[in-house]
């Protein structure tokens, strides 16, 4: 039997916590400042959230770029979002806060999230007796989320969220997706096999809490700009992202072949979604996310035809899969050290996130992956605690 925690050691952990998110917040508040913020993907959500609460466009490039200068911004090319507008609510309280006060508010939520994503992860697993979970705030793409702001760590928790819950409270694991909304294209071979996935199980709760979510959070955004989607739609028309080189596999792959022949770029996700849906459909009897479903979220990653480094972090619940698999294996881990060597550098040096040093990575998660779970045999995690989770 598990030895039950008693309240005074709750208490003290709970004083931990409060302890270092003081510490924390303190160290933020003293090195950082309005300009600091401007040098963050950040600044982005910040002053779309901003434009909404005065009723402008939160697409306005040349206001949001005024905004941003006036804070110290040295760069010459305005920070704009391009996520469509259908969580914007949800960080509207940003908007009334000065850009430093959000920054340090946004890089605590992005911490929390990351320690409430490990420790999921270690409930979902097993409690195993290693603090691999830990790892995640070492990952370099979770790295690069915390130094640029972005959103790929509300990705991770989404992810991990709906594996935590889809057995037991299928409606808040839909729910609990949302984020993932914000970059659909990341993925869209997921997306086939959960519809695959709730159509052969004749269960579409998950996928009714999701559409629900959805809509409750463009009505609220609808009722901020009534013109917000048009708005966008003019952001994408103009932003022209297809001419800009992206360090995916698939933008990769169009330039070289064909850099102005577009469509070239959607064959690998084309190409994912096919093999995503046939790959479920011959284990469709005893699919497991945990097991199974973390292949098609690294090859979901790994075709999209739009992403970023930091957009990885998302990954980590297949590395750690992978991890616990690799056991004492030597050759396993030597390769997993040589990714994560290989890849730090961008993080360490700031190498800017178009750059084309990046584009190896998401290939490289799932390659090792594969490597780690073999010899494990067909659904090698299907008798594992993870799989008879049922909470």
């Known amino acids: 039997m598990r030895e039950k925690r008693s309240p005074l050691r709750t208490f003290a952990a709970a004083l931990i916590v409060a302890a270092g998110t003081c510490l924390v917040t303190g160290v933020y508040a003293i090195g950082i400042d309005n300009q600091n913020a401007t040098e963050r993907d950040f600044i982005q959500y910040w002053a779309a959230e901003r434009q909404l609460i005065h009723g402008a466009n939160p697409y306005d490039v040349n206001a949001i770029f005024h905004m941003e200068k006036a804070l110290g911004m040295a760069e010459n090319t305005p920070k704009v ?27 605590l939520i992005l911490l929390g999230a990351t320690g409430i994503s490990a420790w999921l992860l270690w409930l979902i697993f097993g409690r195993p007796n290693t603090r691999l ?19 790929g760590i509300f990705f991770l928790l989404g992810v991990v969220l709906f594996l935590f819950l889809h057995k037991s409270r299928p409606w808040l694991a839909g729910v609990a997706l949302l984020p993932c909304a914000l970059k659909p294209h990341l993925f869209l071979p997921c997306v086939v096999v959960l ?20 809509a409750v959070s463009c009505v609220l955004t609808l009722r901020l ?15 022209r992202l297809m001419d800009v080189f992206l360090p995916t596999v698939s933008v990769g792959f169009r330039f070289l072949i064909d ?46 035809p739009y992403s970023w480094f930091s957009d990885q972090a998302l990954l980590f619940p297949a590395i750690l899969a992978g991890m616990l698999a690799a056991e004492n294996r030597a050759p396993k881990w030597i390769l ?21 040093f990046y584009v190896w990575t998401a290939p490289a998660w799932l ?6 779970k073999r010899g494990k045999g067909k659904g090698a995690l299907a008798d594992s605690p993870m799989a008879a989770i049922s909470r």
């Open 133 to 151: 979970h830990l790892l995640v705030f070492a990952f370099p793409p979770t790295l690069s989320c915390l130094m640029a702001g972005q959103l």
């Open 336 to 356: 997993l050290g040589l990714i994560v060597a290989g890849s730090l550098p961008g993080v360490l040096f700031a190498i800017e996130l178009p750059s084309p």
């Open 81 to 107: 979002t391009v996520s469509p507008p259908v969580a914007f609510f949800y960080a509207l309280p940003l908007g009334y806060l000065s850009a430093k006060a959000a920054l340090i508010v946004w890089l």
């Open 259 to 304: 850099r102005h022949d577009k469509w070239i770029e959607f064959v690998p996700i084309a190409i994912g979604c096919m093999g995503s849906a046939w790959f479920y459909w011959m284990r469709r009897d005893h699919w497991e996310w945990m097991d199974q479903g973390m292949i098609v979220l690294l090859v979901s990653v790994a075709c999209s």
């Open 195 to 214: 519809l695959l996935w709730s159509a052969h199980r004749k269960e579409f709760r998950i996928v009714a809490g999701f559409l629900v979510a959805l």
């Open 367 to 372: 390659l090792w992956y594969l490597f780690a």
């Open 225 to 239: 700009d009534s013109h917000i989607w048009p708005q966008y739609w003019q952001l994408i028309h103009s932003a």
